[in-house]
């Protein structure tokens, strides 16, 4: 599971030594602004005054101090069953009140919102349209964070403690999401990554009020009669408008092989589809293009494939795309994948 005071600790110009004459504010924070606890509020970090050896031990001693103290905050539980990272970014905004000077937010979190403008629930993970319209959302509802003037880091994004890891394309796409509000929110400068440090997992008390879960778009199976049909989202596969197979997509692609070989196929047909965005002739190119990649890394894996179409968004697997003129991005994603369908003795 993801060590968050680690990984806090890991970030830059966050040794004590480079906090000297400024103010410490530290916090947990779930599913609300106002829920926000500070653990550590508006603490002064007074210069050390003497020699190296003197300077070093008191450095010391203040990075086990609030090594201890990020433990205390990441072992709280929760009051609400929900996560709000806008509403921890607003909260921590407000803690700076009016004073002048470098102003710096820095957020350990995976990124998985589930409540508000944000809520990732029903996201596809996959498509720069679908990003722009959440950042829109949230700046029409009023819950976009004031950040002006602010640095922000973001760690963590994407690493989940258990459940289902996302592929990297779709770690690429929730990366890029709150680039996109950070910037949108006015920061200064935004720092968005993945990386998170890990400890083992082991056994806690369980939250009164589990968080509804965020859940990333899967490989699927489903039979009817000699045909099996194993259906893979566009953004396990691949990055937005590409057809080239992302590092991840090989890890599925391992599976999917071995399972058509399990399968003992007599037949193996591929296809790419697409969703209604965009023409039909450039949505047929693409998801032939990402059909003939699939292709050539199942026969990489010993898989011989019969033959491979593209299609656009003709055969939607999601229906509707659109609600009274505001577009499903989750049905989109849905609609962006490929196809590989088996056919079996009788």
């Known amino acids: 599971m993801?060590?968050?005071?680690?990984?806090?600790?890991?970030?830059?110009?966050?040794?004590?030594s480079a906090w000297e004459g400024n103010t410490v504010s530290v916090a947990g924070f779930d599913g609300t602004r106002a829920t926000v606890s500070w653990g550590v509020d508006r603490a002064y970090v007074a210069p050390v005054k003497g020699n190296d050896t003197l300077?070093?031990?008191?450095?010391?001693?203040?990075?086990?101090?609030?090594e201890q103290r990020l433990r205390q905050v990441a072992a709280e539980m929760p009051s609400v069953g929900r996560t709000d990272v806008l509403g921890a970014l607003a909260a921590a905004h407000d803690q700076f009140g009016s004073q002048d000077g470098r102003r710096r937010i820095v957020v350990a979190t995976d990124g998985l919102v589930n409540t508000g403008c944000a809520d990732l629930r029903g996201a596809g993970f996959d498509g720069a349209a679908e990003i722009k319209a959440m950042v829109q959302r949230c700046s029409e509802s009023g819950e976009l964070?004031?950040?002006?003037?602010?640095e922000v880091n973001l760690v963590g994004i994407g690493r989940t403690a258990g459940g289902t890891a996302p592929s990297s394309p779709q770690t690429a796409w929730l990366t890029t999401l709150w680039a996109s509000i950070c910037e949108a929110a006015g920061a200064s400068s935004c720092e968005v990554t993945a990386g998170a440090r890990v400890r083992p997992a082991e056994k806690t008390p369980q939250a009164a009020k589990p968080e509804p879960e965020v859940v990333f778009p899967a490989v699927a199976e489903r039979r009817s009669g000699r045909n099996t049909t194993i259906s893979l989202p566009g953004s396990v596969l691949f990055a937005t408008d590409r057809a080239e197979l992302s590092r991840s997509a090989h890890s599925a692609l391992d599976d999917v092989a071995r399972r058509i070989t399990d399968l003992d196929p007599i037949s193996v047909t591929i296809s790419g589809h697409t969703d209604s965005r965009g023409s039909e002739e450039s949505g047929r190119q693409l998801s032939l293009a990402r059909a003939k990649s699939v292709r050539s890394a199942l026969s990489e894996r010993g898989i011989t494939v019969k033959s491979v179409r593209g299609y656009s968004d003709d055969r939607p697997s999601c229906t509707p795309e659109y609600h009274d003129g505001r577009p499903d991005h989750a049905a989109m994603a849905c609609n962006r994948r490929v196809e590989i369908a088996v056919t079996v003795r009788g």
Do not use: H, Y
């Not at 993801?2 to 004590?16: G, I, K, Q």
């Open 55 to 66: 300077k070093k031990d008191m450095w010391s001693g203040r990075s086990s101090c609030l």
């Open 145 to 150: 964070p004031d950040l002006s003037g602010t």
């Open 2 to 16: 993801p060590d968050w005071t680690s990984t806090l600790l890991s970030v830059r110009e966050l040794a004590p």
